[in-house]
Structure formats: structure tokens, C-alpha cells
Nanobody, 122 residues
Framework: DVQLVESGGGSVQAGGSLTLSCTAS????????LAWFRQTSGKEREGVAA?????????FYADSVKGRFTISKDNSERILYLQMGSLKPEDTATYAC???????????????WGQGTQVTVS
């Protein structure tokens, strides 16, 4: 099974930056479509950024993070990144990466998920 492990979460002041990493256990990160989601208690999971490997590396962002977050990956290291800047308190959430051979855009239908990493903005 594909295993994804996030890291890089933590606490940061509003206006600050943080970069999350998602390390894959196998080569699938290099060929699957990928995304980052976030979730807070009592709310549905929200897709924040997606990257279509099959579509030539096109990226998509939720309106709430557009211009502040950047999704990218390093195929040689099998790592997916989420660079977050100009962070706001409303960005506080548990962030999880996801992958799937099928493209799901920002829908939470991806087949493989990491356990999540907490980001707190104060």
C-alpha cells in the first residue's frame, strides 16, 4: 500500500510562513495526482491545493489560499510540498496530503492519505 507521511506542521504567528512536506513510501508520488487538504474540528475536509502529474504538472488552488500557498514536488526525493505564506488564523487546521492515479482536483476522493500534521496560526 502507498504510505504518505506529512511533516513540518507547527505553530506560527499570523503573517508568517511554513512549509509542509509529504514523503511517499514508493514511486507512486512521481506518477499519481496529488493534493493537500485541511480539516478543522466539526468541519468538512477542504481541498486547498492539487497538482496533476498526468496533466503536465498543472496546479490548482482553493480561492482561500490562492496567491499564498504553493504546491510542488520533488520526484527524486518522493516528496510533495506545500509552501504556505501570509498565514492567517483561519488557516489553522490539520493538513493532510493525498494521492491517487485518478484526478480528483480538490475533491476529497483520493484513495491514499497521510495521517495529517497540525498547523496553528495565532
Amino acid at each position: 500500500d502507498v504510505q504518505l507521511v506529512e511533516s513540518g506542521g507547527g505553530s506560527v504567528q499570523a503573517g508568517g510562513s511554513l512549509t509542509l512536506s509529504c514523503t511517499a513510501s514508493d514511486y507512486t508520488l512521481t506518477i499519481y495526482d496529488l493534493a493537500w487538504f485541511r480539516q478543522t474540528s466539526g468541519k468538512e475536509r477542504e481541498g486547498v491545493a492539487a497538482l496533476t502529474t498526468s496533466g503536465g504538472g498543472t496546479t490548482f488552488y482553493a480561492d482561500s489560499v490562492k496567491g499564498r500557498f504553493t504546491i510542488s514536488k520533488d520526484n527524486s526525493e518522493r516528496i510533495l510540498y506545500l509552501q504556505m505564506g501570509s498565514l492567517k488564523p483561519e488557516d489553522t487546521a490539520t493538513y493532510a496530503c493525498a494521492s491517487d492515479p485518478q484526478w480528483w482536483h480538490l475533491l476529497a476522493n483520493y484513495n491514499y492519505w497521510g495521517q495529517g500534521t497540525q498547523v496553528t496560526v495565532s
